[in-house]
Protein backbone atom coordinates (compact mmCIF):
# COMPACT_ATOMS: atom_id res chain seq x y z
CA UNK A 1 0.00 0.00 0.00
CA UNK A 2 2.62 2.66 1.08
CA UNK A 3 6.16 2.58 0.83
CA UNK A 4 8.99 5.08 2.68
CA UNK A 5 12.02 4.76 0.79
CA UNK A 6 15.11 6.48 2.68
CA UNK A 7 18.55 7.28 1.23
CA UNK A 8 21.66 9.71 1.81
CA UNK A 9 23.20 7.76 4.47
CA UNK A 10 26.64 6.65 4.98
CA UNK A 11 30.00 6.78 7.02
CA UNK A 12 30.67 10.29 8.08
CA UNK A 13 34.10 11.69 9.79
CA UNK A 14 32.77 13.74 13.08
CA UNK A 15 32.03 17.44 12.40
CA UNK A 16 30.92 16.90 9.46
CA UNK A 17 27.37 16.58 7.16
CA UNK A 18 25.19 13.97 5.56
CA UNK A 19 21.55 14.90 4.31
CA UNK A 20 18.83 12.10 4.29
CA UNK A 21 15.83 12.09 2.47
CA UNK A 22 12.44 10.05 2.71
CA UNK A 23 9.88 9.76 -0.51
CA UNK A 24 6.64 8.12 0.27
CA UNK A 25 4.87 6.46 -2.12
CA UNK A 26 1.16 4.41 -2.52
CA UNK A 27 -2.39 5.35 -1.77
CA UNK A 28 -1.99 7.86 0.21
CA UNK A 29 -4.38 10.97 -0.03
CA UNK A 30 -2.66 12.90 3.06
CA UNK A 31 0.67 13.19 5.38
CA UNK A 32 0.26 14.46 8.57
CA UNK A 33 3.69 14.34 10.48
CA UNK A 34 6.62 12.96 8.78
CA UNK A 35 9.55 12.26 11.21
CA UNK A 36 13.26 10.70 11.59
CA UNK A 37 13.80 8.25 14.58
CA UNK A 38 17.04 6.29 15.09
CA UNK A 39 18.15 3.43 16.75
CA UNK A 40 21.98 2.98 18.63
CA UNK A 41 22.87 -0.73 19.01
CA UNK A 42 21.58 -1.60 22.40
CA UNK A 43 19.39 1.48 22.90
CA UNK A 44 15.66 2.02 22.10
CA UNK A 45 14.32 3.84 18.95
CA UNK A 46 13.97 7.89 19.67
CA UNK A 47 12.68 10.79 18.04
CA UNK A 48 15.03 12.71 16.19
CA UNK A 49 12.98 15.30 14.72
CA UNK A 50 9.02 15.53 13.07
CA UNK A 51 7.44 17.63 10.98
CA UNK A 52 3.59 18.46 10.16
CA UNK A 53 2.31 19.23 7.33
CA UNK A 54 1.94 22.86 7.92
CA UNK A 55 5.40 23.20 8.39
CA UNK A 56 6.02 22.63 12.80
CA UNK A 57 8.80 21.34 13.91
CA UNK A 58 9.76 19.70 16.97
CA UNK A 59 13.76 18.33 17.91
CA UNK A 60 15.17 16.24 21.10
CA UNK A 61 17.40 18.29 22.54
CA UNK A 62 20.08 16.65 21.07
CA UNK A 63 20.11 17.66 17.75
CA UNK A 64 19.26 21.04 18.68
CA UNK A 65 21.09 23.60 16.62
CA UNK A 66 22.68 20.86 14.69
CA UNK A 67 19.97 19.16 12.45
CA UNK A 68 17.31 20.53 10.35
CA UNK A 69 14.13 18.87 9.19
CA UNK A 70 12.06 20.14 6.05
CA UNK A 71 9.55 18.67 3.78
CA UNK A 72 8.33 19.06 0.28
CA UNK A 73 4.50 18.22 0.35
CA UNK A 74 4.02 17.53 -3.38
CA UNK A 75 6.34 15.23 -3.68
CA UNK A 76 5.85 13.24 0.04
CA UNK A 77 9.69 13.70 1.07
CA UNK A 78 10.87 14.37 4.21
CA UNK A 79 14.52 15.60 4.51
CA UNK A 80 16.92 15.70 7.33
CA UNK A 81 20.03 17.76 7.42
CA UNK A 82 22.38 16.95 9.82
CA UNK A 83 25.46 19.37 10.62
CA UNK A 84 28.35 19.04 12.84
CA UNK A 85 27.65 15.38 13.73
CA UNK A 86 29.17 13.62 16.65
CA UNK A 87 30.19 9.95 17.10
CA UNK A 88 26.70 9.46 19.16
CA UNK A 89 25.02 10.41 16.11
CA UNK A 90 25.91 7.02 15.06
CA UNK A 91 22.58 5.14 14.67
CA UNK A 92 19.89 3.49 11.91
CA UNK A 93 17.88 6.15 10.87
CA UNK A 94 14.13 5.54 10.12
CA UNK A 95 11.87 7.48 8.69
CA UNK A 96 8.18 7.29 9.69
CA UNK A 97 5.42 8.70 8.24
CA UNK A 98 1.37 9.14 10.09
CA UNK A 99 -1.01 9.53 7.18
CA UNK A 100 -4.42 9.09 5.84
CA UNK A 101 -4.75 6.50 3.06
CA UNK A 102 -7.21 7.46 -0.57
CA UNK A 103 -9.64 4.91 1.45
CA UNK A 104 -9.62 7.53 4.31
CA UNK A 105 -8.14 4.92 6.87
CA UNK A 106 -5.93 6.99 9.21
CA UNK A 107 -2.20 4.93 9.71
CA UNK A 108 1.80 4.68 10.49
CA UNK A 109 4.16 4.10 8.34
CA UNK A 110 8.08 2.85 8.46
CA UNK A 111 11.01 3.11 6.44
CA UNK A 112 13.53 0.36 5.86
CA UNK A 113 16.23 2.33 7.95
CA UNK A 114 19.56 3.67 6.63
CA UNK A 115 22.65 3.58 8.54
CA UNK A 116 24.30 6.81 9.84
CA UNK A 117 27.90 6.31 11.13
CA UNK A 118 29.99 8.93 12.64
CA UNK A 119 33.85 8.26 12.95
CA UNK A 120 35.90 10.19 15.51
Known amino acids: QVQLVESGGGLVQAGGSLRLSCAAS????????MGWYRQAPGKQRELVAA???????NYADSVKGRFTISRDNAKNTVYLQMNSLKPGDTAVYHC??????????????WGQGTQVTVSS
Open 96 to 109: NADLFLIIGVRSNY
Open 51 to 57: ITSGGST
Open 26 to 33: GNIFSINV
